[in-house]
């Protein structure tokens, strides 16, 4: 009996030790978000901090970011500089040209990628420069480059750069200096940096206008911070305005609060899904070891121990758990966000020093989720196990399954009523549009979670069924009636699973309807066949010069071309899409757009055209009068609509005439369409239109396919980010069933034993543990697709009106899946089919 | 006592009596000890018996003396620490856990106490178990006579948890005779059932011993079961103590009292 005793403790050890890896997962998660972005953070603002070091008051374009997506870049103009350097208390004054352009390494390619490369004035006094090799710029045909920019180009002292601007033609510079930062870093956050001369800075920058960037302006002796913006205020103009340097850094720093959320958002989201995934775990084990101690525990009551005396002892122990695993979660945690911050800060933020930042609240919060969701998972199975009459525990006889029907009957009105409100809101009869999407979403979670309370119920005739693949196999055939066995049991493991895959079938369903829904339109409707464009994740949108367009129409087989220019411009007091190009009608005609009313001619100089439901955005229809200024504009036009286009996400958006293209903010076209004759060779043009644009490195000639793939490329971003939750579920998952199977593994030791002893091989019996384990998994993993397959159906007929009015089924992920759910079964396999095949026969067959 | 000393010679009124039969199952000069040093414990000391095919065989003996012990080195089930046994002509001891596997499934039945039937399978799909697990087809002729001659008909599709106690252990007998095993052995086979179940039982094994020809060896501490038997061999403190045929209840019960008026029987031997 002692025997017996300590090895049911020794494996219930062994079954907490792994209930409590997934409320470490969880903690550590959460601990880890909370740490990195406070880390981050702190970072970020120490590198915030060195610019502009010493200055006192700091003056900026006003309205630095009237519109959406940075585009506008105003300067400040030289008569408020000239004022801020005779105002008095003002000792002297640097000022800064920055911004984006694109330079073009030795390869051909832009340097950076995704990270541009900022143009900047020499001689500015935002960062601290040093000097590595060569001098500093002194014609407007030199450049100092940042070691950074040198090692990434490719390019050092005495060779020739070729960069430009959004409103430039590209143009060589010879480099004479390179350079470094204080601390000996060779670039500030990763970026390349290239310095021109300030006048050659304001051509670039500001199209020639003398203008600045920000002017950092330093206190002469005895004048405070304060007093010098109050002195400033008035001088700089209605163009600029001025802070305190104190002000701009806590500025800057909201700025990173921004990105940091959304980094710590994310892990906090992973770690959500893994306390969410536990509670089924962690339940499911306090059941298990509670069952373990039946006897024991109506031996207490027996004696006289009370119910709440039994809930007690029983929540101790998961509140001991709860706190040995968040603590060890917690200090996981922290120790992973440090680390990830140095590994972050590292590689792009260049930082000189890292500052790990563990806020109090990081640790409390995963202590008290990790506590907080094992006390409450076990709180169920305590109750459950004070409400067994003493007398009924005391017996030998086999513990019979708990009816599942409240379980199976609640479940399947909440599906149901999940259901209701999803059809109501999908037939928009719900009242209005945000209603229908509410009531949809809404039904879709509760589907969600009835057909979780519906698995034990689902578990027979599905695992049945699945199981049907191993009939061949006689150990097959146990297992998979093993896995029949326990339904609720066999439910709770494979519901960790099912959660995690319906999350990304769903996702992943959606997404690909879209990208289908946009390939249809493409394939449809849309004429052109070649598109030219650059990559659609860049900060600075790739441009090229117009020319070019001459000598692709110039291609045979090219029936036409146009070139398409974008800005954002200020319409009616609202940030407004604007498109210009040399064909209006031929740019409506090669994208499939369609015209409501009016005629797709050209259109007069004071004309605009707009699709129909920005039109009624701002209540203009036909022959009605908008404003419109665009980004690099100082003054507001007036247009006549003069014609309205049928909504498409295409051609959608205002368009005007090309005479104000030098007003928008890149006076270069970012897009052009190409019209291929019928029955000609697309490769062949494709390649044509290709050396046609070798010396644009930004744009290139793309098939619909490739376009629509650089259109659809955040999503495919995101099912990468949602598969890896999708990975974490697993980790939980394995543990899951690992645990459900050494249960079931250690309650059938007679059985296995009598198995054995007539004449079952080791073999067999380790067949038998894993066709158990891998049906459980593929259990949890079909539920999970079936079900995110409803709910990415439901939510692509949401959207169909918005043009997803395609459903797709991302099959190769759905197979991936179930692949994975394989492997899940297998890796929980290994330890409980060893313990099965190592059954000692005789003490399994023998009796007390 | 310790292994190293030389075994006392066995007293020849305990060997094995001369059969007409041939063995079915021999052991020759068994001995088994758990444990070592002072705490070691032998459960089985030089034993030799054989068991002759076709006849029905019962292994008594108080808690301790060592039958379940001689039973499960007999089916292969625990290792030896001297001696042979041989099942049909093959010798056992010394086989590794595969070829020992591969005989129990194929020349071995086993009727257990409890747990004997997998709650998952059906009466049908139990009894045809030791068939299923070997990948091989069960006579179907042979198995409807089994079924009808343990009045089975009506069962088979039930599960064992909606079978008594008596239905379960025929569904076990069944399934121990399904594959024609060299030898049966049914441990303590009655011990969980009440009267009338385990005159079923018993006359059922007596009745495949006498029509079937089949070979049974039974451990029991029941002395009415071991009266269904052919023989009964009695063991106390791993040693075969007394050798009857054709028991009767009493002649078993007068046997028992008789050597729990004989302690110690170790020094006797000794």
């Known amino acids: 009996m002692l025997r017996a005793a300590l090895k049911g403790m020794a494996a219930r050890k062994a079954r907490l030790a792994l209930t409590s890896i997934a409320i470490i997962l969880g903690s550590a998660f959460i601990a880890a978000a909370l740490v990195l972005t406070a880390s981050i953070q702190a970072t970020v603002d120490d590198l915030n901090a060195e610019a502009y070091a010493g200055a006192d008051a700091l003056v900026q374009p006003a309205d630095a970011e009237s519109r959406s997506e940075d585009l506008v870049q105003q300067g400040i103009p030289a008569e408020a500089l000239a004022a801020v350097e005779s105002t008095a208390g003002v000792d002297h004054v640097a000022a800064t040209v920055s911004w984006a352009i694109s330079a073009i390494g030795d390869n051909g390619k832009v340097v950076g990628g995704l990270a541009p490369t900022t143009a900047v004035n020499w001689g500015d006094e935002a960062r601290e420069r040093e000097l590595r090799e060569g001098r500093a710029p002194e014609t407007d045909g030199e450049v100092a480059v940042s070691a950074k920019f040198a090692a990434d ?82 001088v700089i103009g209605a163009e600029s305005q001025v802070t305190s340097w104190e002000d701009y850094n806590a500025e800057a720093s909201a700025q990173t609060a921004k990105l940091t959320k959304t980094i710590g958002n994310f892990l906090l989201g992973f770690g959500l899904v893994a306390v969410f995934v536990s509670v089924f775990l962690i339940a499911n084990t306090f059941s298990i070891v509670i069952a373990g101690r039946l006897k024991e525990i109506a031996m207490m009551r027996a004696i006289g121990a009370g119910r709440g005396q039994v809930v007690r002892s029983i929540l101790a122990e998961a509140l001991l758990l709860g706190t040995i695993a968040a603590a060890v979660g917690a200090a996981v945690g922290v120790a992973g966000g440090a680390g990830l911050t140095a590994a972050i800060a590292n590689s792009f933020f260049d930082a000189a020093q890292v500052s790990v930042a563990v806020p109090p609240t990081a640790i409390l919060a995963a202590l008290a989720v990790g506590i907080g969701v094992t006390v409450l998972a076990a709180l169920v199975p305590a109750v459950r196990a004070s409400r067994v009459p003493p007398v009924e525990a005391m017996r030998a006889a086999a513990k019979t399954d708990r009816p599942i029907t409240l379980l199976t009957v609640s479940g399947a ?59 061949w196999n006689f150990a097959g055939k146990l297992g998979r009636r093993n896995a029949g066995r326990n339904p609720r049991r066999t439910a709770v493991t494979a519901s960790a699973l099912m959660i995690g895959v319906t999350l990304v079938t769903a996702t992943a369903t959606l997404l690909t309807s879209v990208k289908a829904s946009i390939e249809d339109y493409f394939g449809e409707a849309v004429k052109a066949e070649l598109f030219v464009t650059g990559p659609a994740v860049s900060e600075v949108p790739a441009s090229f010069d117009p020319a070019v367009m001459d000598d692709i129409r110039a291609i045979d087989d090219v029936d036409a071309a146009v070139e398409v220019y974008y800005d954002i411009a200020d319409i009616d007091g609202t940030d407004q899409y604007v498109n210009t190009t040399t064909d209006f009608g031929g740019i409506v005609d090669l994208f499939g757009g369609t015209l409501a009313e009016g005629d797709s001619d050209e259109l007069a100089d004071d004309e605009i055209a707009v699709n129909q439901s920005a039109a009624d955005e701002l209540g203009v229809g036909m022959g009605d009068i908008v404003t419109a200024t665009f980004s690099r504009g100082t003054e507001a036009h007036e247009f006549t609509v003069a014609a309205i286009l049928v909504d498409n996400e295409n051609t959608d958006g205002w368009y005007v005439a090309p005479a104000y293209v030098e007003e928008f903010y890149t006076t270069k076209p970012m897009m052009a369409l190409v019209d291929v004759a019928d029955g000609a060779d697309i490769d062949a043009v494709t390649a044509a239109v290709d050396d046609a644009l070798a010396d644009e490195p930004e744009v290139s000639a793309q098939n619909h396919e490739e376009f629509v793939g650089e259109v659809t490329v955040f999503f495919d971003f995101a099912i990468i980010a949602i598969q890896l939750l999708l990975g974490l579920a697993m980790i939980v998952a394995v543990i899951g069933v690992i645990n459900t199977l050494i249960l079931s593994v250690l309650e059938r030791t007679r059985e296995l034993g009598m198995l054995r002893a007539i004449g079952m091989t080791r073999g067999q019996t380790v067949r038998m543990v894993i066709v158990e384990s891998v049906t459980i998994a593929l259990f949890g993993a079909v539920l999970g697709v079936a079900v995110g397959l409803g709910l990415g159906w439901a939510l692509q007929n949401a959207l169909a009106d918005s043009g997803v009015d395609v459903f797709a089924v991302p099959t190769t992920l759905i197979a991936g899946y179930l692949a994975a759910a394989v492997l899940v079964g297998l890796l929980a396999a290994i330890a409980p089919a060893a313990r099965a095949a190592k059954t000692n026969i005789l003490g399994a067959i023998a009796y007390e | 006592m310790p292994l190293s000393t030389p075994p006392a010679p066995q007293s020849l009124q305990h060997a094995p009596g001369p059969q007409h039969r041939r063995p079915a199952v021999t052991a020759t000069g068994l001995w088994r000890a758990y444990g070592s040093g002072e705490a070691q414990v032998v459960a089985l000391r030089d034993v030799s018996v054989a068991f002759a095919a076709g006849r029905f065989t019962a292994i008594m003996g108080p808690s301790g003396s060592g039958k379940s012990t001689l039973m499960h080195c007999l089916a292969g089930l625990d290792t030896t620490d001297r001696g042979t046994v041989d099942i049909g002509g093959t010798i056992i001891t010394g086989m590794g856990d595969k070829a020992l596997t591969k005989l129990r499934r194929d020349k071995i039945g086993f009727i257990f106490q409890q747990f004997n039937l997998l709650p998952t399978l059906t009466a049908e799909e139990n009894i045809l178990l030791p068939a299923s697990i070997a990948g091989a087809k069960a006579d179907p ?130």
């Not at chain 1, 143009?171 to 970026?191: L, Q, W």
């Not at chain 2, 009506?154 to 007998?173: I, N």
């Not at chain 2, 009440?194 to 011993?209: M, W």
Request: hydrophobic content about 45%.
């Open chain 1, 153 to 234: 180009s490719g390019l050092g002292l005495g060779e020739t750069v070729t960069a430009y601007s959004q409103t430039t033609d590209q143009t060589e510079y010879a480099i004479v200096g390179v350079y470094g930062y204080a601390g000996g870093r060779d670039s500030i956050s990763g970026g390349t940096e290239i310095a021109f001369t300030t006048a050659e800075a304001q051509r670039l920058v500001f199209d020639g206008e003398d203008a600045y960037s920000v002017l950092a302006v330093y206190a002469a002796d005895g004048t405070g911070a304060d007093d010098l913006v109050a002195a400033l205020e008035p």
């Open chain 1, 413 to 471: 009105i909440i599906a149901l009523a999940g259901g209701g409100a999803m059809a109501l809101g999908l037939t928009g009869n719900l009242g209005g549009d945000t209603a229908d999407l509410t009531g949809t979403a809404v039904g879709a979670g509760l589907v969600f979670v009835g057909v979780t309370m519906l698995t034990a119920w689902l578990s027979k005739p599905l695992v049945g069924a699945l199981g049907l693949i191993w009939s």
């Open chain 2, 141 to 270: 002729a042979w198995i409807s006579q089994i079924i009808r001659t343990l009045d089975l008909q009506e069962r088979l599709t039930h599960k064992p948890t909606e079978l008594s106690g008596g239905q379960q252990q025929r569904v076990a007998c069944a399934r121990a005779l399904a594959t024609r095993p060299e030898v049966i052995f049914a441990d303590e086979p009655t011990g969980n059932l009440d009267t009338r179940s385990s005159g079923e039982v018993l006359r059922f094994l007596r009745k495949s011993v006498d029509d079937f020809g089949q070979t049974i060896v039974m451990v029991t501490h029941d002395p009415s079961a071991a009266a269904y038997a052919d023989r009964v061999v009695f063991l106390a403190d791993g040693q075969i103590v007394r050798d009857l045929d054709r028991p009767t209840a009493d002649a078993v019960i007068d046997t028992m009292r008789g050597f729990e008026n004989r302690v110690p029987l170790a020094g006797e031997a000794a």
